[in-house]
């Protein structure tokens, strides 16, 4: 049987929120670990540059900036392990949550395995993710000067992301598989109003060309079951995201979406349990509005520590 790791401060996943709380956490030196599930620097890793996180004027890579924020964790002493949470348990202290490759006590916790976005799976989606292919257009929208993009989905979230890319692209398609819109009524009206935005309906995306950018699309019209070439500079995928909690699903309180619900000390409704990032965010979204949430988990772990020892001194 594996031995089980006590830790003061254990955190799930290793992204802007989870390294961030590492850091806090370390240099409240609490020597906190923190399991990285499979994605070491979230999904901040995955695209090329990030140019909206302070203090690189230049941007920075996003690869890089995940191997940055765990360099300076670790730095106060914070360890990183390449582990994957599967299981917790919450009805007894300290807490139990057991990994692949071990099984670890913890007096608090600091969930922030984070989300992900909802993919097509065509063919040339994943391979030209960062080099045209996106799921998020505050992060992206900027390269697309001047430029042509698609915007795939039919709720909010494609026709919110749709327009604010019409500050940039000279040109929005939506491409949506129906031919009713799911989002609200205002934004329907603004997209259809808005000279740049251009609808293409009953039709799926099947494929991305691949090459060193995007530059065309194979899309499909499901009703007459035609295809054609689409050409185009961006492809940005709105079809949803979804929390990494399930998990967590009869054990904490979460939206109907499966966001983790928090006050705004980031506290859940365990005590010593926090979440923070895009597990208990729908609204934000990015790397500087997660690490905030992580620095605030591990101050008020930092907190409920210092009273449990401050009680167990009284007796
Ligand atoms: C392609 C792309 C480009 C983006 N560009 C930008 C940008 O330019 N600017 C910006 O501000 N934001 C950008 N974002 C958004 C930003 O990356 C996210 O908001 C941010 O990464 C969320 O941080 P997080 O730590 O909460 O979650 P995530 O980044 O999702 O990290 C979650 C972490 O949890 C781990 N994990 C999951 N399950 C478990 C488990 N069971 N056990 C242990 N660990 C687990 C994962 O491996 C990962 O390490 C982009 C997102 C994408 C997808």
């Not at 991305?208 to 019209?221: A, D, I, P, R």
């Not at 295809?227 to 949803?240: A, K, N, P, R, V």
Request: with cysteine.
């Amino acid at each position: 049987m594996t031995e089980t790791r006590h830790v003061k401060v254990l955190i799930l996943g290793a992204g802007p929120t989870g390294l961030s709380a590492a850091l806090y956490a370390a240099r409240a030196e609490l020597a906190p670990v923190v399991l990285t599930g499979m994605q070491l620097g979230g999904q901040a890793a995955l695209t090329d540059v990030i140019e909206n996180y302070p203090g690189f004027p230049e941007g920075v890579g996003g690869a890089q900036l995940g191997e940055l924020f765990q360099k300076q964790a670790e730095r106060f002493g914070a360890k990183v392990e390449y582990d994957l949470a599967t299981e917790v348990d919450f009805s007894q202290r300290p807490y139990k949550v057991v990994a692949d490759n071990g099984a670890y006590s913890a007096d608090t916790l600091i969930i922030a395995t984070g989300a992900d976005p909802v993919h097509l799976n065509i063919p040339g989606e994943y391979e030209m993710t960062g080099r045209g292919v996106s799921y998020c257009a505050t992060c992206d929208g900027w390269f697309f000067k001047d430029k042509k993009v698609v915007v795939v989905g039919g709720g909010d979230s494609a026709f919110e992301e749709g327009l604010f890319l019409t500050r940039y692209a000279s040109s929005v398609t939506l491409v949506h598989r129906r031919e009713e819109f799911r989002a609200s009524a205002i934004l329907q009206k603004r997209a259809q109003e808005h000279p740049k935005f251009n609808f293409i309906l009953n039709t799926v995306v099947t494929e991305v060309e691949q090459g060193e950018k995007v530059t065309s699309l194979k899309l499909k019209n499901v009703v007459s079951g035609e295809e054609s070439q689409f050409e185009t500079d961006g492809l940005f995928i709105f079809i949803g995201h979804t929390p990494n909690t399930q998990m967590f699903k009869g054990k904490l309180a979460m939206s109907e979406l499966g966001y983790i619900k928090v006050n705004d000390k980031m506290e859940t409704g365990v005590a010593g349990v926090y979440a923070a990032g895009e597990a208990a965010d729908p609204t934000f979204k990015q790397v500087i509005t997660s690490a905030g949430m992580g620095a605030a988990a591990a101050i008020q772990a930092t907190r409920h520590l210092e009273a449990l020892e401050a009680e167990s001194a009284r007796g």
